[in-house]
């Protein structure tokens, strides 16, 4: 079991060192923390949202927005569109659960907003359509994803690639990514 440990901790530190390594990944986050940033400035909302273990990554993310990441400050308009089980349930119920997300941001994203989807594969339909939705509305689209090739071009305006095609260093790649982002945001909104 040590060993596993061991292996586990290893492949963790070899994708945060391709992170920290990866150009074009440093410049997609220093992008979407501007879009985001921009977005709040002249009173736009970020919405969050994917599904699995993508769902509580939305949620986490929306949290350090709404409350805090470093300093004691107003709260961000940041929005989990994972969280209300009525809404989520009469769609998928009704229409189709690839529809959960767009069908929200039909309702609520408007042109400045950011729309933010999170999906390790890159082809969760419900993420791709509520980009596609987004964009329509004049929101600014931003997936973060892996590095298997996926539908997304012409989808999503900004694309983060975590280089890894393994979901659960994906999964912490895109929260480390998450804060660096609402970190980033948060100390700019309030002191740049």
């Known amino acids: 079991m040590k060993d596993r440990i061991e292996r586990e901790i290893a492949e ?8 920290a390594g990866d150009g074009d990944l440093l410049e997609a986050v220093g992008a979407a923390a ?6 709040l400035r002249s009173g736009g909302r970020l919405y969050l949202l994917g599904c699995g273990g993508s769902a509580a990554d939305a949620q ?13 400050r107003a709260a961000l308009p940041a929005v989990a569109l994972t969280t209300d089980s009525s809404v ?12 959960v997300f767009s069908r929200q941001v039909e309702a609520l994203a408007r042109r400045g907003d950011v729309v933010l ?7 969760s339909e419900s993420v ?14 931003v997936l973060l994803t892996g590095d298997r090739p996926g539908p997304f071009t012409g989808i999503a305006d900004l694309v983060i690639r975590v280089p890894s095609g393994s979901t ?11 804060h660096i982002i609402a970190t980033l945001v948060e100390r700019e909104y309030f002191h740049g």
């Open 88 to 99: 989520l349930t009469a769609i998928g119920n009704d229409d189709s659960f690839d529809h």
């Open 128 to 141: 791709l359509l509520a980009l596609r939705a987004g964009r329509e509305r004049g929101a600014t689209a």
């Open 60 to 72: 986490h993310i929306a949290a350090e927005f709404v409350n805090r990441m470093h300093m004691a």
């Open 168 to 178: 659960p260093r994906i999964q912490e790649a895109h929260i480390l990514i998450g």
């Open 34 to 39: 501007g879009a985001i940033l921009g977005s």
């Open 117 to 123: 989807g999170i999906s390790t594969s890159g082809r």
């Open 12 to 19: 963790h530190s070899r994708m945060m060192e391709a992170l």
